[in-house]
C-alpha cells in the first residue's frame, strides 16, 4: 500500500546509522575502562591526563608516548634496561623505613584529628610517633619530649598473592590498581608513584610531602590504612568486607601484606633497640667463634697427645738394655 501525501517512510539507512553509534559508544566506553597502551607494554599508564584523558609513560625515562604510534627505539631500549628478564625490579626498602609492629593502641588525636607527636596509651608509658601513628623513637615515662609530628612522605605497599592461573599482565595490573586509589580511597593520581610486580610480589608506592598536600587532598597515610583494612577482609567501607579487584577477569587474592613508611626525618632509636635479624647475625657468628675454638682446642689436644706418646715410646726403646 503506497503512503499518503506527506507520510514518509523511515530511512533504511536509520537502524545501520544507530549501529554504527552504539558500537562507537561501546568502543569509546572499553578504551575509557581500558588504559594501556596497545604499542608498548613497557609502560606505566593511568587517567592523570587532562580531562582523565589516558597518559602513558616508558619505563625507565618517564617520558609521556604516544600509544597510536610505535615508540623509539632509545626509549624502548631504556625501559629494557630498568626491567630485568624476571620482569620489573622491585624496590628495596630503606634502612630508615619503619614497620608497625607495636599494633593496636589507643591513640590521641589532635583537633584535626591527625596524631599527636607524643603517645602514651593512656598509661604512664610514652612515645613519640610519626604522621602514620608508626613508633619513631625508644619507649620512655612521662617526661619523654617529642617536639614534633614528622612527617611520613613515601609509604611502600608490599604484597604477596595467592598463585593464579599465571601472572597478571603488568600494565593490566598497574592500571587497576591506580583506579581502585583513585575511585575507592579518592587518592589523587599524582600520589600514587609507582606500581612494581614480580610475580608473586606487589609493590604499591605512595609519596606525598607536606607540599604537595592540598587542603582537600587524601593523605597517603588515610589511604594505606583504608587498603590495609580491605586486604585484611575489615573493610570500613558500608557493604563491603574486603578487597575485590579483578584483573582482566582474574581475581586479585592477597595473602600477604607488608608496609613500610618512610619519614622526613629519621627515626631516633638508640642502640639497644636491635632488629632481630641483626640479633640472630649476632649469634651465630658467637657461636661459629666457639664452635671453632672449641675444634681448635680439640685438635691442639690430640696432637699434644700424639707427640707425648711418641716420646714416651722412644724413651722406652733407649731404657731397654741392647741386644746381644
Known sequence: MAGGPGLQLPSPSLPLFLLL??????????????CTCPTNKMTTCSRDGPGGRCQ????????????????????????????????????????HALVDNDGLYDPECDREGRFKARQCNQTAVCWCVNSVGVRRTDKGDLSLRCDE????????????????????NRSDLDAELRRLFRERYRLHPRFL?????????????????????????VDIADAAYYFERDVQGESLFQGRHGLDVNVRGEPLLVERTLIYYLDEKPPQFSMKRLTSGLVAVIVVVVVALVAGLVVLVVSNRRKTGKYKKVEIKELGELRQPPSV
Open 193 to 217: 608513584a609507582a606500581v612494581h610486580y614480580e610475580q608473586p610480589t606487589i609493590q604499591i608506592e605512595l609519596r606525598q610531602n607536606a607540599s604537595q598536600k592540598g587542603p582537600g587532598d
Open 21 to 34: 553509534l552504539l558500537a562507537a559508544v561501546t568502543g569509546h566506553t572499553a578504551a575509557q575502562d581500558n
Open 149 to 168: 609530628l614528622v612527617r611520613t612522605h613515601h609509604i611502600l605497599i608490599d604484597l604477596r598473592h595467592r598463585p593464579a592461573s599465571g601472572s597478571f
Open 56 to 95: 602513558c609513560r616508558a619505563l625507565g625515562s618517564d617520558f609521556e608516548v604516544d600509544c597510536s604510534t610505535l615508540t623509539s627505539k632509545c626509549l624502548l631500549l631504556k625501559a629494557r634496561m630498568r626491567t630485568p628478564r624476571g620482569g620489573r625490579k622491585l624496590v628495596r626498602p630503606s634502612e
